[in-house]
């Protein structure tokens, strides 16, 4: 009857083929073009990246050698310091020493032959001393000898006065200094036993002894001086040592740290190169992206454009929390999603085309036939075409496609006065419509475009002018097709 669906489906004549294979091998050029065109700017972003990091890297070792060259002189500067220090305060010590000798030797009598040799040693030692030398035994050696000879000088003019010997000998054995008991203790001891020996020989007629005991006095004096400053030296090199190794530490714990700094700083440039990789490859794709879903839209592929805007937030999110691997793993899966959909979009596009030249087809045909066209839109990739007899009858078209791509016009007739019943009521016949949209339907092939199927409906009369519907099962199922409009 007039008012049910009415189906044809329409095949491509062989002209409208050939042009559909250009349309098609255009698209696939471009979509090529495209994408070497983004590959190239791929290419560009990451040779950029390269000389970015390249020159972040030189920079780095420049700063690197900067400061372990700035560390070395520091380094350098305080060892110097810390021995100009040391060889300072030894020498103010020696010249002390010296000046004390020196002292000694100006109590003994000039006269006396040793003294020229002793003044001549004296010098000597001067001259090493200035030169940053340290001659400290041979100071002591000297010092020993001159206060001998200082000593008996004195005892000689004093009729051989023991008690000033003894004092004489009692104040350099103090003057070793207060650490000389814990530093050399038993040469401290026998220094303090050799006095008392020589202190017990001191009365008259022990002169002889006396002087025997002297010499051997004097030598444990001058080596117990020698000893003490020994073991002051070697202490001042244990304290050096000590000190040394602890600026070794303290630069292999810098050193240490200097390694787990540039550790992690090699750890952050390798996310910085990721990330900014990530960010350059979505930076190439994104206006495609957006204009894809927006265009899927459009084509009415909804599902389609869901598909690439949640792939788009898989980059955005996890560039945004700083999370490298996702994001790269997410932009390929974009950049390959976006290739795909590029393919699909081409294909919905020459499916657009196809509707839309079905479309100017068929409202050239109905024209012809005295058709008023009265509007037309497009909605979930269906076009919806309306038409109006002079009669008042409306013939309302859409144009789709069934589940294997094929187009499909769907008519939906009111107002026409052509229904007759057969000796089956259930089965209508709708004479002068069929006629008609045949009219129109040849009228389309004409146009050299598409070919339009035999026309259908619901309960449509078998016999030469067309088969049942329910018979055929090649035809969309009457609810699924229905007019909603």
């Known amino acids: 009857m007039s008012g049910s669906p009415k189906y044809s489906t329409v095949s491509v004549a062989p002209a409208y083929a050939r042009i559909e294979a250009q349309r098609r091998r255009a698209r696939e050029a471009a979509r090529r073009r495209l994408e070497a065109q983004r590959a190239r700017e791929r290419a560009e972003r990451a040779a950029q990246r390269a000389r970015e990091v390249a020159a972040r890297r030189e920079r780095a070792r420049a700063e690197a050698g900067r400061r372990e060259a700035e560390l070395a002189r520091r380094r350098s500067e305080q060892q110097d310091s810390h021995a100009a220090r040391v060889r300072r305060e030894q020498a103010d010590a020696d010249v002390r020493r010296l000046a004390e000798v020196r002292g000694l030797l100006g109590r003994a009598r000039a006269e006396d032959s040793g003294v020229h040799v002793l003044r001549e040693r004296l010098d000597l030692l001067q001259s090493r001393v200035e030169r940053g030398e340290d001659p400290g035994r041979d100071i002591e050696e000297l010092r020993g000898r001159v206060v001998l000879l200082a000593e008996e000088a004195e005892a000689s003019g004093r009729n051989a006065d023991h008690g000033a010997v003894l004092a004489g000998l009692e104040e350099r054995l103090a003057g070793i200094g207060p650490q000389a008991r814990e530093s050399d203790p038993e040469g401290h001891r026998r220094c303090l036993d050799l006095l008392a020996e020589l202190r017990a020989t001191a009365g008259p007629g022990e002169q002889t002894r006396f002087q025997a005991m002297l010499g051997t006095a004097e030598h444990a004096l001058t080596r117990h001086a020698a000893t003490v400053g020994e073991r002051a030296a070697r202490e001042r090199r244990r304290a050096e040592q000590a000190r040394e190794a602890q600026l070794q ?21 390798r996310v910085t190169a990721i990330l900014a990789e990530a960010t350059d490859r979505l930076g190439v794709v994104r206006q495609s992206v957006g204009e894809a879903a927006a265009e899927a839209r459009e084509l009415g592929a909804p599902e389609l454009a869901e598909r690439i805007e949640a792939a788009l937030t898989a980059v955005t999110s996890p560039l945004a929390a700083g999370a490298p691997a996702e994001a790269l793993t997410a932009v390929a899966a974009l950049e390959e999603l976006l290739v795909d959909a590029e393919a699909r979009l081409d294909e919905l596009q020459l499916a657009y085309a196809r509707r839309m030249d079905l479309a100017q087809a068929l409202q050239d045909a109905m024209i012809g036939e005295g058709f008023a066209f009265t509007g037309g839109a497009e909605r979930a990739g269906e076009l919806l075409l309306s038409f109006e007899r002079p009669t008042g009858a409306t013939y309302q ?3 789709t496609t069934d589940g294997g791509g094929t187009p499909v016009l769907v008519y939906q007739v009111d107002g026409e006065p052509d229904v007759t019943l057969s000796p089956d009521p259930e089965v209508a016949v709708c004479d002068r419509t069929e006629d008609l949209l045949v009219r129109v339907h040849e009228a389309i092939v004409e146009g050299d475009g598409f070919v339009p199927g035999d026309l259908t409906w619901q309960g449509k009369p078998p016999g030469p002018r067309g088969k049942r519907l329910t018979d055929t099962g090649q035809v969309p199922d009457t609810e699924e097709w229905s007019w909603t409009g």
């Open 249 to 269: 530490a303290e630069e292999r714990a810098s050193e240490q740290e200097a390694a787990r700094q540039a550790a992690l700083e090699d750890e952050q440039e």
């Open 397 to 399: 078209t859409t144009i």
